[in-house]
Nanobody, 124 residues
Framework: VQLQASGGGLVQAGGSLRLSCASSGRTFSSYVMAWFRQAPGKEREFVAGIIWRNGNTGYTDSVKGRFSISKDSAESTAYLQMNSLEPEDTAIYLC??????????????????WGQGTLVTVSS
């Protein structure tokens, strides 16, 4: 599985960005695609995930109501719409796939395939 993340950039606080994660290669009957982020000097953390089969989603508390994850099955692409961005959202955002998963795990250990990451910088 190859994952290509894009859409990062520099935005002012309160602004919006949409990240994309295009997948290709091997497919699975049931899998989860998720976004993680890693800020400088901090551990990688789960941001949002989507169960590809049924579209169910999950979010970390700090982004609920501001971020929305969605998918385009025909394009094998997941999106992360980020609104009301805050300086604390500054990080490298990575997409990942957990194969053969029925639920949205928040531990990075469950995710076997990772994209290269895209940098999001939110200025105050």
């Amino acid at each position: 599985v190859q994952l290509q993340a894009s859409g990062g950039g520099l935005v002012q606080a309160g602004g919006s960005l949409r990240l994309s994660c295009a997948s290709s290669g091997r497919t699975f009957s049931s899998y989860v695609m998720a976004w993680f982020r890693q800020a400088p000097g901090k551990e990688r953390e789960f941001v949002a995930g989507i169960i590809w089969r049924n579209g169910n989603t999950g979010y970390t508390d700090s982004v609920k109501g501001r971020f929305s994850i969605s998918k385009d099955s025909a394009e094998s692409t997941a999106y992360l719409q980020m609104n009301s961005l805050e300086p604390e959202d500054t990080a490298i955002y990575l997409c990942a796939v957990a194969p053969n998963s029925a639920g949205i795990g928040r531990s990075e250990d469950r995710y076997l395939y990772w994209g290269q990451g895209t940098l999001v910088t939110v200025s105050s």
